[in-house]
């Protein structure tokens, strides 16, 4: 498949080199986690959800990761199995549920979370802090402009 489109030259656009990036650092974080630590880079996600709010729902992690419930909770019955976080009914509501990290969970978080500081470091480092400051502050304006109004 060719790499470019001449008429429409996406291939060299803002959003297809942003995509592209994502792609790939995310792919790589995904064999890097996956060798070492047997998870996915999604159920990292998920464990950093918790290490962020220690007893939290389920829905709470799907808005705070801006995915779907469906998805999360596939990823939590996978964590679960794995004893990495432990899904309680919340006696208030029982179609709710509180979910809880083990110390296994937490274990395996911090290992993966050293793991991809050291991989993101090598990924950026090349690039000058100031830089990479600038880029975070023109996302954040982005993010910002498009949250939804209420």
């Keep these: 498949m060719k790499s470019n489109c001449p008429d429409l030259d996406w291939s060299?656009?803002?959003m297809y080199s942003l995509h592209q990036t994502y792609f790939s650092v995310e792919k790589r974080l995904e064999h890097k986690l996956h060798e070492a630590n047997g998870i996915t880079f999604s159920q990292f996600l998920i464990l950093l959800g918790l290490h962020c709010n220690a007893r939290t729902?389920?829905?709470?992690?799907?808005?705070f990761l801006h995915i779907t419930e469906a998805t999360v909770s596939r990823h939590i019955a996978q964590l679960a199995e794995m004893n990495y976080l432990i899904r309680k009914e919340d006696p208030e509501?029982?179609?709710?549920?509180?979910?809880?990290?083990?110390?296994?969970?937490?274990?395996?978080?911090?290992?993966?979370?050293a793991l991809?500081?050291?991989e993101l470091?090598?990924?950026?480092?090349?690039?000058?802090?100031?830089?990479?400051?600038?880029?975070?502050?023109?996302?954040?304006?982005?993010?910002?402009k498009l949250k939804p109004k209420p």
Excluded: C
Aim: no cysteine; charged share 30%; hydrophobic share 40%.
């Design 12 to 14: 060299k656009s803002f």
């Design 121 to 144: 470091k090598e990924v950026f480092d090349d690039i000058p802090v100031s830089s990479r400051e600038l880029i975070t502050k023109a996302f954040k304006t982005v993010r910002v």
């Design 93 to 113: 509501n029982r179609r709710k549920h509180i979910l809880t990290m083990t110390p296994r969970g937490s274990r395996a978080f911090m290992d993966a979370h």
């Design 57 to 63: 729902s389920q829905s709470a992690i799907a808005i």
């Design 116 to 118: 991809i500081e050291l």
